[in-house]
């Protein structure tokens, strides 16, 4: 089993800008993609952005620009850095995280983005 932790939401005004962290412990050999997706009320859960072992990145056209994602191997941690945030960057953000065959999910942070 892998462990997501997540850290960094909180209340920002529109403008500002917000670090997330998602630290992986437990089981974590075979983990290749880790990212971020979002879920606001009412809506679907959403891609963010992901990143793999090897640093590529993918990111929603919503958030290109605006923030960035990157990873450290070695401790095993994600982070999106986000800047120029908006109202409707408010939502709880998820870290994931995925081997070959299974996916792993933290238990989210709230964002919330004041106009």
């Known amino acids: 089993q892998v462990q997501l932790v997540e850290s960094g939401g909180g209340l920002v005004q529109a403008g500002g800008s917000l670090r997330l962290s998602c630290e992986a412990s437990g089981s974590i050999t075979g983990l290749n993609v880790m990212g971020w997706y979002r879920q606001a009320p009412g809506m679907q859960r959403e891609l963010v952005a992901t990143v793999t072992s090897y640093g590529t990145t993918n990111y929603a056209d919503s958030v290109k620009g605006r923030f960035t994602i990157s990873r450290d191997n070695a401790k095993n941690t994600v982070y999106l850095q986000m800047n120029s945030l908006k109202a409707e960057d408010t939502a709880v953000y998820y870290c994931?995280?995925?081997?070959?065959?299974?996916?792993?999910w933290g238990q989210g942070t709230q964002v919330t983005v004041s106009s």
């Open positions: 994931n995280a995925r081997k070959i065959w299974s996916e792993y």
